[in-house]
């Protein structure tokens, strides 16, 4: 007669530490997958947003740019390049290097970047009013801590 094989419960032999950095992983991907469901324009990737999104800082080489977004420079070639031809973007002569040029956001840009702002903002503050004042004052509270892990 065959027995069955034992079946023994899974034991998560995972420290506080792994199990806290798993569920904040997938927390966070729910969230950036909720808020880029929001985008104002689903024709532009997420590597030409953010770029737009960085521009709205100042203009920048597209070196500091491709830093800045921790892309490597033939990626933001390329995001460059698509954004220039839709318009949303300028290039300029560097001042001082005549090798380089500037880039800076244009007027379409600033309207694309504004636009999926206030529509991203609008979804955030509608769940926020959902959630009780401890759950906001949690988030609060955490906000710093989450910008630490961002800036690392």
Do not use: C
Not at 33 to 41: F, M, T
Not at 123 to 139: C, K, N, Q, Y
């Amino acid at each position: 007669m065959a027995t069955e094989p034992q079946r023994h419960p899974v034991i998560d032999h995972s420290s506080p530490d792994e199990l806290l950095a798993s569920s904040l992983r997938m927390a966070v991907m729910r969230i950036a997958r909720r808020l880029r469901a929001e985008r104002s324009d689903e024709t532009l990737g997420l590597s030409q947003m953010s770029a737009l999104a960085s521009l709205m800082h100042g203009p920048l080489s597209p070196t500091a740019l491709a830093q800045i977004e921790r892309i490597q420079p033939p990626s933001m070639t390329r995001v460059i390049a698509a954004l220039e031809t839709r318009g949303l973007i300028s290039r300029d002569e560097h001042q001082h290097d005549k090798r380089q040029s500037i880039i800076a956001i244009t007027e379409a840009g600033r309207e694309i970047i504004d636009a999926d702002r206030v529509r991203r903002k609008a979804w955030l503050v509608e769940i926020l009013a959902t959630l009780s004042e401890p759950d906001r004052r949690i988030l609060r509270e955490a906000l710093p801590v989450l910008e630490r892990i961002t800036n690392s």
